[in-house]
């Protein structure tokens, strides 16, 4: 039998692993009773001995054996170790832990203990979820190459699951009645124990291999799940009865912020994916099929990780084929530095400070993936950076006291390498006509997510192979990559404006050469790909708001094909209310129509035009209230807040009417009066508005003024001159403001300009 592998899962009670494959128009169920996993203990030989002894008298121990493998990735040779297979699948964490405690939590080393299951089982079998596999006779064959660039997958079919749940309360809940639902084009209703019955069997005649739903693990699944529960009904959401049990999702603080993780419903032999998950959300099931791919997890697992997990994976994968063993609880201290090495060594990439203000003729060049490039040229990874057999002739990274190894690629290079030259052939391909067009373009996003996250990863103290001075490595050779690319730019006769980590923006002059010259002049220079990011007519670099200073990630300009690109502007913000939304896109859109500089400067008071009109709008109560939701994350538990603020009278607010909101996620709520005590006076949450609910005009006009500013502080114009402006702008039919702008933001007539604005200066 030849089909592809779409969900794989360990059922515990009868030890087995459980594979599901799509082949001849339907899904197979194939279980391996054979498969057993072991992991290993390390200690001086002597004592494993011994302690293989005592272990015997463990229930939970099946069998052991002294073997010789490796325990790192630095050490070539193997040494003595103890497999330990567990008599249960189940018993595997537990014996470890018993082991762990055994040893004092410092005895022992453990490894390849907390592995998935499923992904163990691909690895040793040597096949690859959402790929093409031969079964016959109960052994499995890979079809196809892992890397492979042009693959088929299964016409899987999908079918949503949607709710009509009876909210009184505004926001659904999980004691709130169910008044029917959707199963693909199939409507079901009756009463609470008709419509239950019907979903599970539609699911059953419709036989989907994916279920789509909308918050499903967040609220479908587990609302679904209670309703079964309390009816004394069997919930089987998956082709296999499911473990479909309320659990509790978890909140943590990654990459400066507080993220809320929902529990995972996943679904056996069916699988289960929430559209609102990063990868699906993304890329779709063509992108998620890579990563799965590329990874051994399976679909529904992959979906609700991230990508920085599936780089985890992938160097996982690496090393247990190169027969390294992967450490369970990894500790590997930063090393000792003196305060010069410390210094020079902990800094970030390449920025060089724009020039505020608006500048035309610009070209923003950027190499492709340059982190990753860079990792895989300069062989840098945990066991290649100061290894000991290069001493005298490594590779020596600039600025810095380190060597890379000349002698053996290293695992994170071996990993990415492929990954980069995937990458480079989809985005090829995904600028060919044809039908395969969107699936070329689904798994170029997927892997630039992907190679966005590996270098992050290398200095993340929980990576099973990451390493802090490998990311001190990376950045030493990015800003040399990048210094060496400006003194190139600038030999070709151009002016380097900007720069910021793997992108610059040059000023040609009267004796710069042409684009393609300069490009792939630092390309053959520098070994890694520059590519032309797009010509500015004209580019605006905005200021820092608390120093006044270039701010490096802060602009916005239009390219000469009449794209706009847009940088930590309102607009690209998730907590930006949709007015503010509306009216700067209508600025933009007026700006857009100028084709140099001089053009840009004499529109700046229609794209004020269009701001004033939106607040009189406002004052008038013109603006529906739907457009003046703000969205703001929640970073603690509302009892834990000292200060009154919006956020907090939003979870006062949720909270009286029996709704917990976690850190991590998010509220979206209406100033009513921002100076009010009162949770229920000061905001409204917004799954609980009426429609007619008056916003506090002062507070909303302050965004717009600040909104204008962000985009104009150049040009002399602060939120407190554009706000006594928008306080007193008054109706007159008489100016000429774009009807189509005022439509988008729902103004039906014109206003005047003011003359307190400044005007802007010249060129």
Request: net charge neutral.
């Amino acid at each position: 039998m030849q089909g592809w592998i779409f969900d794989a899962y360990a059922d515990h009670e009868k030890d087995s692993l459980v594979l599901w494959l799509w082949s001849r128009g339907k899904a197979h169920r194939i279980e391996d009773t054979t498969y057993r996993p072991s992991f290993f203990v390390h200690a001086p030989l002597e004592e494993l001995r011994e302690f293989r002894e005592r272990l015997a008298v463990l229930d939970g121990v099946q069998e052991t054996r002294l073997a010789r493998r490796r325990i790192s990735l630095e050490r070539r040779e193997k040494v003595p170790v103890l497999e330990i297979v567990p008599r249960r699948y189940s018993d595997l964490q537990d014996v470890a832990r018993s082991i762990d405690s055994n040893g004092k939590y410092h005895d022992f080393q453990l490894f390849n203990v907390d592995l998935r299951l499923s992904q163990r089982y691909f690895l040793q079998h040597r096949i690859f979820p959402m790929g093409l596999v031969d079964h016959l006779d109960g052994q499995w064959r890979a079809a196809e190459e892992p890397f492979a660039l042009d693959y088929e997958l299964p016409p899987l079919k999908a079918v949503a699951l949607e709710l009509d749940v009876d909210a009184p309360a505004g926001i659904p809940r999980l004691q709130d009645s169910l008044r029917g639902a959707r199963v693909g084009e199939a409507a079901v209703g009756g009463t609470e124990g008709e419509i239950m019955e019907k979903i599970t069997a539609e699911i059953r005649q419709q036989d989907p291999d994916v279920l789509l739903t909308d918050g499903g693990d967040a609220f479908v699944i587990p609302y679904l799940a209670g309703k079964a529960e309390a009816r004394g009904m069997t919930l089987q959401l998956g082709r296999d009865p499911d473990p479909v049990r309320p659990k509790k999702g978890k909140s943590y603080f990654t990459y400066g912020k507080i993220v809320y993780k929902p529990a995972q419903y996943l679904f056996r032999g069916r699988i289960h994916l929430d559209r609102g998950h990063f990868a699906y959300r993304e890329a779709d099931l063509a992108g998620l099929a890579e990563l799965s791919r590329l990874s051994c997890l399976v679909p529904q697992e992959q979906s609700r990780l991230t990508p920085g997990t599936a780089i985890t994976a992938m160097q996982v994968n690496q090393a247990t084929r190169d027969g390294v063993l992967v450490l369970w609880k990894k500790n590997r201290p930063e090393e000792f530095k003196t305060a010069e090495d410390l210094l020079l060594g902990d800094r970030g990439g390449f920025t060089f400070e724009p020039a505020v203000g608006l500048h035309e003729n610009i070209l923003e060049v950027d190499f492709a993936s340059l982190y990753p490039n860079i990792m895989a040229k300069y062989n840098i990874s945990p066991e290649t950076l100061d290894c000991a057999c290069c001493k005298e002739d490594g590779l020596r990274v600039p600025e810095l006291a380190y060597h890379t190894c000349v002698r053996e690629k290293g695992l994170i290079g071996r990993v990415l390498q492929p990954v980069i030259e995937r990458k480079r052939y989809f985005k090829k391909m995904k600028k060919t006509p044809g039908p395969r067009r969107g699936l070329f373009e689904a798994r170029d996003t997927i892997l630039k997510w992907l190679l966005v996250t590996c270098f992050g990863y290398t200095g993340y103290k929980n990576a099973r192979f990451g390493r802090i001075e490998c990311h001190e490595a990376i950045n030493a050779y990015a800003r040399e990559t990048m210094l060496r690319s400006m003194e190139i730019a600038e030999s070709h006769g151009y002016e380097v404006l900007h720069g910021i980590v793997d992108s610059l923006w040059l000023r040609s002059t009267a004796r710069s050469d042409p684009p393609q010259r300069v490009v792939e002049h630092i390309s053959t220079a520098i070994g890694i790909p520059l590519d032309v990011e797009g010509t500015y007519k004209w580019v605006v670099f905005l200021p820092a708001k608390t120093t006044g200073v270039g701010a490096l990630n802060r602009y916005y300009g239009l390219f000469q094909d009449g794209e706009m690109k847009l940088r930590g502007i309102e607009l690209r913000k998730h907590d930006t209310c949709g007015l503010v939304i509306h009216v700067q896109t209508a600025m933009l859109e007026e700006l857009a129509k100028a084709g140099d500089a001089r053009a840009f400067l004499e529109r700046i008071p229609r794209a004020l035009d269009v701001l004033r009109a939106a607040a009189v709008a406002l004052r008038e109560g013109l603006v529906p209230v739907h457009d003046l939701v703000l969205t703001k994350s929640v970073t603690r538990e509302v009892e834990e807040y000292s200060v009154f603020t919006n956020v907090v009278a939003a979870l006062k607010q949720l909270k009286m009417r029996g709704f917990d909101v976690h850190p991590g996620e998010y509220v979206r709520f209406v100033i009513l009066k921002q100076s009010s005590r009162d949770p229920e006076a000061k905001v409204r949450v917004a799954e609980f508005l009426q429609g007619d609910e008056r916003p506090d005009v002062e507070e909303y006009l302050k965004l717009l003024a600040r909104s204008a500013e962000t985009l104009f502080a150049p040009f002399g114009y602060t939120e407190e001159k554009v706000l006594a402006d928008l306080r007193t702008v008054h109706v007159d039919a008489a100016l000429p403001v774009a009807g189509e702008s005022l439509a988008r933001i729902g103004v039906g007539y014109h206003v005047d300009s003011s003359p307190e604005l400044p005007e802007a200066p010249g060129a």
